[in-house]
């Protein structure tokens, strides 16, 4: 089997390649490879009511399968170059939120939604000026809301416009090996299958970072450590954020602690939300969503609060690292574990009992424990001064009866050399989105698709 170009991974960044790829050259043969389900066939038991505990499924159909991590998200859609990852280092502002646009509008013909929050009105800079008097920084951006269920849609929408366009998709197909052939690359594929291509995109997604990693050390190339976040879910009632999530939906700030410099950001705020657990090669970590329809809205928001940490020499296993803190909530909960603040600045257990007595009602069946025995202190410290800064801006974040569920990890591959074209020091070998460690979010992730599928249409 021979194709002009090969997508590992159906991912964001993987899906904007594949569109933009056909959309630029309609004429060339296009494979995309993903380990996952296809988009109908992607189902969580848990998110479909079958079972209250996650039971590993293989692959987790929350973390693979066309659509990537985001197919399950809430759709938070950000315009800005200030976070979402890092492609700035190799395009310029403008070029960047141009793709960020492009892409939007592409979100948009199979669906989206044209309302967007913003930052730049009276009412959030109220909110920035409140921050900064507690040394809280409001990050600058507009935001879209697509709604879990609508994020589903429109990603059905653009699956079944790729499959009718010609693309080949190959679900439940694991890439075990890339290797360099005369004429471009050779993959090698489970059950001793191999394909060739003239181009090849790694896509491989969050969930993909450390296989990504394992192939970049077989081709020889050149890698530098990359950070890993680590952190909890917060759940508390959603009046206590309404006044800021009404304005902004997603409230992106940035808190440097004072006991030890470290600098911690809230992530992915659900507003009305649910907690959900996901399956991180056999790990259970904690995530959230939220949906559109105010039908299926909890009474809670969540949000992440997380600690990058980037290590250097000689330290060079920060994915390993994340995986074993993980591995101990594992170990501690047999899944997700879940504590009130109030029992954590205590230093006592959050037990059945306890919980009990919570007027803050948990949307995901985690198991009570104490947090305090699978994170670092040093995490700790932070978490629980940042939860106490959040609290002289959304008074109660630090009520007795907030939930903090973990571990939440959010991975990512180790850097390697890339052009502005993001083409790897291999000729014709390019990395794009989350899995290749230069992207975070769904709106730098499709906009690194493109970037690359534009530089590939040139060429041919």
């Known amino acids: 089997m021979t194709y002009d170009v090969a997508i590992i991974g159906a991912g964001t960044a993987g899906v904007y390649a594949a569109y ?3 959309r630029e ?50 759709g938070k859609y950000n315009f800005t170059t200030a976070f979402g990852g890092w492609l700035g280092d190799y395009l310029d502002g403008k070029e960047l939120l141009d793709l960020i646009d492009y892409v939007d509008s592409v979100n948009v013909r199979f669906g989206a939604t044209t309302e967007v929050f913003s930052t730049d009105s009276p009412a959030a ?12 920084h409001l990050l600058q951006a507009r935001c879209k809301h697509l709604g879990t269920e609508r994020n589903l849609k429109i990603l059905t929408n653009i699956y079944e416009h790729l499959a009718q366009s010609g693309i080949e998709f190959r679900f439940k197909t694991r890439v075990e090996t890339i290797q360099v052939a005369q004429d471009g690359y050779r993959l090698l594929l489970g059950g001793g299958e191999t394909l060739d291509c003239q181009y090849c995109i790694s896509a491989p997604g969050r969930c993909g970072a450390e296989w990504f990693a394992d192939r970049c050390r077989e081709l020889g190339l050149e890698m530098t450590n990359n950070q890993v976040d680590l952190g909890v879910r917060v759940e508390l009632p959603a009046k206590i954020f309404e006044h800021i999530t009404d304005v902004v939906y997603e409230s992106k700030l940035l808190y440097r602690t004072k006991q030890y410099g470290d600098t911690v950001r809230t992530f ?9 657990s996901e399956n991180v090669d056999g790990l259970i970590t904690v995530n959230g969503h939220s949906y559109a329809d105010p039908a299926l809205r909890s009474e ?19 994915y390993a690292y994340g995986k074993h803190i993980a591995s101990l909530s594992n170990m501690l909960g047999g899944g997700v574990l879940v504590q009130r603040f109030g029992d954590l600045v205590k230093g006592v257990r959050t037990n059945e009992h306890r ?14 424990g104490d947090l305090s025995l699978a994170l670092p202190k040093r995490h700790m410290d932070n ?36 052009t502005q074209e993001l083409e790897t020091q291999l000729p014709n070998l390019f990395a794009i989105g989350d899995g290749a460690g230069i992207t975070r979010g769904l709106a730098q992730a499709g906009a690194s698709g493109v970037q690359a599928a534009r530089a590939i249409a040139k060429r041919l």
Request: include cysteine.
């Open 25 to 74: 050259q309609p004429h060339l043969k296009i494979i995309v490879l993903e380990m996952g389900q296809d988009i109908y066939h992607r189902a969580c038991p848990i998110v479909a009511g079958k079972v209250r505990e996650c039971i590993s499924c293989k692959p987790c159909s929350i973390m693979s399968g066309f659509g990537g991590a985001g197919a399950f998200s809430d």
């Open 300 to 318: 809670n928001t969540n949000f992440a609060l997380l600690v990058s940490n980037r290590f250097t020499e000689p330290f060079n296993q920060p």
């Open 125 to 136: 800079r109220a909110i920035e000026k409140k921050a900064l008097e507690n040394d809280l």
């Open 20 to 22: 933009e790829l056909r």
């Open 355 to 368: 919980m009990g007595h919570s007027f803050t009602r948990p949307t995901l069946n985690a198991t009570p």
């Open 268 to 276: 992915c705020m659900n507003p009305y939300g649910h907690v959900v």
């Open 383 to 418: 978490i629980i001064e940042m939860i106490y800064a959040l609290d002289k801006i959304a008074p109660g974040t630090a009520n007795y009866d907030t939930l903090l569920y973990g571990v939440e990890v959010k991975f990512y591959s180790a850097r390697i050399h890339l």
